[in-house]
């Protein structure tokens, strides 16, 4: 069974500052890793998809890098807005299934 | 992206009634889809997946008769909360996978809120 853990919890930062946020799984065969975001009440919005073949993904300010062999993702969010505010989730099928795993989550605070 | 529309977004019902939750891919078809249940500051749990023209696959611990899933066509599934009781409050968010749900990005509905009272 994929497990999946995102550390840390929770994070409050200056605003301007970069963000990283890491997830580790523990089954490395893998499709992709997503990462999601959620505000708070709210459905989850897809960030990045990085499939098993790639290295890393970006869009905009997000940076995700892809360490399939040791099971690690790491989530970059450069010159961070407290519009960023919100909790960052990783999910992870295993290769045999499609069913995502997700990770407890990162509660991030961008203070202004 | 993709969109996923889930309806009604809140709801509250008298213990005892039933609820249903609708999830619409709104752009593509999605002959699988997803729901799950969110408690308080827990990440998502899997209910079960909803399968076009055939019957729910359900995950272990979830009550299929509490929980009535239908897919009917390519681009609705809906959730019934059958004789709902206030255990049974908790936010609720449907997905969809634009291709085949194996390797391709997952979409997310924006959720229900269900409180039973």
């Known amino acids: 069974k994929q497990e999946v853990t995102q550390i840390p919890a929770a994070l409050s930062v200056p605003e301007g500052e970069n963000l990283v946020l890491n997830c580790s799984f523990t089954?490395?065969?893998?499709?992709?890793l997503q990462w999601f975001r959620q505000d708070p009440g709210k459905g989850l919005t897809s960030l990045l998809l990085i499939q098993s073949s790639q290295r890393e993904q970006t869009s905009g300010r997000l940076n995700a890098s892809l360490d399939k062999s040791s099971g690690r993702s790491t989530l970059y969010i450069a010159a961070s807005q407290p519009g960023d505010s919100a909790t960052y989730l990783c999910?992870?099928?295993?290769?045999?299934?499609?069913?995502?795993?997700f990770g407890a989550g990162t509660t991030v605070t961008v203070r202004a | 992206g993709a969109v996923v529309s889930q309806h009604p977004s809140r709801v509250i019902c008298k213990s005892g009634t039933s609820v249903k939750i609708e999830c619409r891919s709104l752009d593509f078809q999605a002959t699988t889809m997803f729901w799950y249940r969110q408690f308080p500051k827990q990440s998502l749990m899997l209910m079960a997946t909803?399968?076009?023209?055939?019957?729910?696959?359900?995950e272990q611990g979830v009550e299929k008769d509490k929980f009535l899933i239908n897919h009917a066509s390519l681009t609705l599934s809906t959730l019934t909360v059958t004789s709902a009781h206030p255990e049974d409050s908790s936010f609720y968010i449907c997905?969809?996978?634009?291709?085949?749900?194996?390797?391709?990005?997952?979409?997310f509905g924006q959720g229900t809120r269900l409180t039973v009272v």
């Open positions: 909803s399968n076009e023209g055939s019957k729910a696959t359900y």
């Open positions: 089954d490395s065969a893998i499709y992709n």
């Open positions: 997905s969809a996978n634009s291709g085949t749900p194996f390797g391709t990005e997952a979409f």
């Open positions: 999910a992870v099928p295993p290769s045999n299934d499609y069913k995502l795993s």
